[in-house]
């Protein structure tokens, strides 16, 4: 099991976990959730916003490409606020990142014909502009990314 | 269905009924514009009020919705909250679209 559950007397009110099954639902579900958490903790609605943004990018990067062409397994979204700076961690047991590395993140390319504007390729690039820092870890099958937001 | 559309003064105005256009919605959403936009005025403004979040997958859907219209037509966005401004803002796709804080802005642009 990729997350064991803690118990409510484990877990500190400025940690969460929430764990889903990898499907866009699932996914849509438990960003909410950690935002609930989140904005409980005293995250105003632009931070929220913010964190919402990369945390969904990432969750669903797990759901398309991770668990791509298998049966999806679990997705856990982890998050601990520290004295304004805010870590997360998604971890998946699906394959890893292309050549073990985080995509670059570029700018999509709109100075194209119409007909060729992109539809897609903007989530590593909004995952990047809207965190201080992010990290890729891959040990015994599980795949971490570490989401740092600076909010203080 | 995602969406309703009413006609007022030669535009389409269509309203999105959601509170969200994510990855889970983005395919619905495309078929919903198609649908709405197959036939009908050339000017059509997407009223964006209701939703409070956008993810890439629903920015793609709404490129894809301005693109299935043709290059001839305007697709011109009216109400984004501050998350979905965000979004166009930081992928640059406020170069692509008319933004309007508003669906009243967006109608007195186009002079309705």
């Not at chain 1, 099954?21 to 929220?48: C, F, M, P, Y």
């Not at chain 1, 014909?113 to 989530?123: K, T, Y």
């Amino acid at each position: 099991m990729l997350c064991p559950p803690l118990s409510d007397s484990q877990r500190m009110a400025n940690e969460f976990e929430y764990c889903t099954v990898a499907s866009e639902l699932g996914v849509r579900e438990a960003v909410s959730r950690a935002i609930e958490h989140l904005k409980t903790l005293g995250l105003q609605e632009e931070q929220a916003g913010n964190v919402e943004i990369a945390l969904s990018e990432a969750a669903n990067n797990v759901v398309e490409h991770a668990y791509a062409g298998m049966l999806p397994g679990e997705v856990c979204i982890t998050g601990r606020l520290l004295q304004g700076i805010l870590s997360i961690e998604i971890r998946d047991e699906g394959a890893p990142l292309p050549s073990g590395k985080l995509p670059e993140g570029k700018p999509a390319d709109l100075s194209c014909a119409f007909e060729d504007l992109p539809e897609g390729g903007f989530g590593w690039f909004l995952i990047r502009s809207l965190t201080e820092t992010v990290d890729y870890d891959r040990i015994e099958g599980v795949n971490t990314l570490s989401l740092r937001f600076n909010l203080a | 269905m995602s969406l309703t559309s009413t006609v007022t003064d030669g535009t389409r105005i269509i309203t999105v009924n959601a509170e969200r256009i994510d990855a889970a919605l983005a395919i619905q959403f495309k078929e919903d514009m198609r649908t709405e936009t197959e036939a009908g005025p050339d000017h059509v403004i997407l009223d964006l009020s209701s939703v409070n979040f956008i993810d890439s997958s629903g920015l793609g859907a709404i490129v894809a919705a301005m693109k299935q219209m043709g290059g001839h037509r305007n697709l011109d966005l009216a109400g984004l909250t501050p998350t979905v401004d965000k979004v166009f803002r930081l992928t640059r796709m406020d170069t692509v679209f008319n933004l309007f804080s508003s669906l009243e802005d967006a109608k007195a642009a186009i002079g309705n």
